[in-house]
């Protein structure tokens, strides 16, 4: 008698946790939007939990976070900011990993400027070379150890042009304006492949790597469901995903 | 802690940019607002509306579609570079014309409306007096519509200072060239030094309200000078 008891109550008590079903709120770094949606799609068919997706730039976010956003967890475009967040006893310690990391891509919108190569760059047959503010997008950083590696840096310094992050680097080579720039691969590549105009998929040894960093916000320590998100995004199903957008 | 020397380089970027934009407004705002204040053309609703546009629409629109027509496949990207001045985006004449359209109506508007406040009397009188068209500009439209101007002037000047969503989306942050107090701003608060951008915040956050405050203190002082006169 006692024995079923318990076992019904622990029935109960596991049918109770399933249909505690929650929304999360999570911040996501606009580079992310893509495969995040994805992986919040799979999540949620997984589980009862919804998942509200906010997108914007990572520090924003931070100050953001820093005053009282509502967010349950938070996938920075960088690694710095997540630990800025731990140190501020904001984010739960321990929480912190690196959920994608970004490969780095030379393209034009000219199908035969970039062949492959970064010869362009030596031969300076452009007019401007776009990348990301390399003070606050790690891409921009990433393209700057490369022109250091490949000894370009002070010859193309004259014709940066600088984003504010990788999307609008991307911008100012898909609308022409520079010639060429370093971009996300995950932004030109589908399927592995890239998909206009032509590019360099700059090997990984020449940069840092694009580390981006996930972390559970102290407004999410007690969510069952910021937990499981955090732990699915580590699952191989989301590997996939991420790696399907161009992440390494 | 005080302003740094890129500070510096971008707080003269600024005052030079508002300074051109502003006096190549009201060469080409005048004309633009003397028409409106006088045409009855069916053209009047569509232009006046255009005029305006930049007053509502986002910033982020202006630029993106400002980003496209400077480019090389753009109308402005091909006039420029019919007329072998390259492509504009990215540099400091980009910004120039970007701002012209951005602070268009903050100076057409208060030009037009001093021109209509002025009515039609006082250059029927001109007239009379055998005083030509440029003659009753420049006697009577000018001295008279001087509030108006000098109001076009100062907030054509100080709404470029401001521009930011614009800049952002084609100056691409170049140091001396188009990297501007606004944008040097939101570096700061992306790079999470707080400390800076408050420098900078605070001493745009001073001049604006300096620069309203004035405007205010000479339309109030305008206006009890007008009343002494009309009596």
Redesign the interface.
């Given at each position: 008698m006692r024995g079923i008891r318990l076992n019904l109550l622990l029935v109960l008590m596991g049918a109770s946790l399933q249909v505690q079903a929650e929304q999360l709120t999570v911040a996501v770094a606009s580079n992310f939007t893509a495969p995040m949606r994805e992986i919040a799609g799979a999540f949620e068919g997984e589980t009862d939990h919804r998942v509200r997706l906010v997108f914007g730039?990572s520090?924003?976010f931070?100050?953001q976070i820093r005053h009282g956003a509502p967010f349950e967890a938070f996938f920075s475009a960088d690694r710095a900011k997540p630990e800025?967040l731990e140190q501020a006893g904001l984010a739960v310690p321990g929480s912190r990993f690196t959920y994608a990391a970004g490969g780095l891509a030379l393209w034009s919108g000219d199908g035969n400027l970039v062949r492959g190569g970064p010869g362009a760059l030596e031969r300076g047959d452009f007019?401007?070379l776009?990348l990301a503010?390399p003070?606050?997008a790690p891409y921009g950083a990433a393209a700057v150890q490369v022109l250091r590696k490949l000894g370009l840096e002070e010859g193309t310094r004259p014709h940066?042009?600088?984003?504010?992050n990788i999307a609008?680097a991307y911008?100012?080579v898909a609308?022409?304006?520079?010639d060429l720039g370093f971009v996300a691969l995950s932004q030109v590549s589908e399927g592995g492949h890239i998909d206009s105009g032509s590019a360099w998929e700059v090997p990984e040894d020449l940069h840092d790597p694009i580390r981006q960093d996930a972390v559970l916000l102290k407004r999410g320590v007690d969510s069952a469901a910021a937990r499981a998100l955090l732990r699915f995004v580590r699952s191989e199903r989301a590997a996939a995903i991420i790696e399907s957008y161009g992440y390494r | 802690m005080g302003f740094s020397d890129t500070d510096w380089t971008a707080i003269w970027l600024t005052l030079r940019l508002a300074s051109t934009v502003t006096v190549l407004l009201l060469l080409i705002g005048t004309p633009i607002a003397w028409w409106l204040a006088k045409s009855r053309s069916r053209w009047k609703g569509p232009v006046g509306a255009l005029v305006a546009m930049p007053l509502v629409l986002p910033p982020s629109v202006l630029g993106f579609y400002l980003l496209l027509a400077m480019g090389p496949g753009g109308p402005i990207g091909q006039l420029t570079q019919a007329l072998g001045l390259g492509i504009l985006s990215f540099t400091f004449w980009g910004l120039v014309i970007a701002s012209l359209f951005y602070s268009l109506p903050f100076v057409v508007q208060p030009i037009q409306n001093a021109i209509e406040a002025l009515g039609e009397r006082p250059l029927e009188v001109a007239a009379t007096l055998r005083a030509g068209p440029w003659d009753r500009f420049f006697t009577v439209v000018v001295p008279q519509a001087r509030p108006g101007f000098i109001s076009a002037a100062i907030l054509g000047f100080a709404h470029t200072v401001g521009e930011f969503g614009v800049i952002l989306m084609i100056g691409g942050n170049i140091p001396g060239e188009t990297r501007v107090v606004s944008v040097q701003i939101y570096d700061y608060v992306e790079m999470l030094e707080y400390d800076r951008a408050h420098w900078l915040a605070g001493a745009m956050l001073l001049f604006s309200f300096a620069v309203l405050l004035g405007l205010y203190l000479f339309r109030q002082r305008r206006s009890r000078a007008g009343i002494g006169v009309g009596a």
């Open positions: 730039s520090g924003k931070y100050a800025a007019n401007k776009a503010n003070r606050l940066w042009v600088q984003g504010e609008q911008q100012f609308s022409g304006n520079a | -």
